[in-house]
């Protein structure tokens, strides 16, 4: 059974950091491009950052890039989303999420429906 776990959400002040975390198990890890997505309140959920199997290739939403790095540990399992210089419309629950798709594109990244697994999510809280 797959399963994907988001932690290290939490409250932070704006132009503050967080790391988010993704341990997965289940799956052959490396088989996987990953990817992080947010839904807002009143929102869709809405794509972040993604990354190539092996850890090579990223892409950004244009709302993050700067702000946001996306990286993985294969050894690990684990995919990460540091966050820095929050600002409160980054508020928001986290996802992470799984694709076995070999189109590495930064479109079919953002989609939605190219990824196979989810995670829960975890909740970010920016103050203003």
């Known amino acids: 059974q797959v399963q994907l776990v988001e932690s290290g959400g939490g409250l932070v002040q704006a132009g503050g950091s967080l790391r988010l975390s993704c341990a997965a198990s289940g799956l052959t890890f490396s088989s996987f491009a990953m990817g992080w997505f947010r839904r807002a309140p009143g929102r869709e959920r809405e794509f972040v950052a993604a990354?190539?199997?092996?850890?090579?290739?990223?892409y950004y939403a244009a709302s993050v890039k700067g702000r946001f790095t996306i990286s993985r540990a294969n050894a690990k399992n684990t995919v990460y989303l540091q966050m820095n210089s929050l600002k409160s419309e980054d508020t928001a629950v986290y996802y992470c999420a799984a694709t076995r798709s070999f189109t590495m594109t930064a479109m079919a990244l953002g989609r939605r429906q190219e990824y196979d697994y989810w995670g829960q999510g975890t909740q970010v809280t920016v103050s203003s």
């Open positions: 990354i190539s199997r092996s850890g090579g290739n990223t």
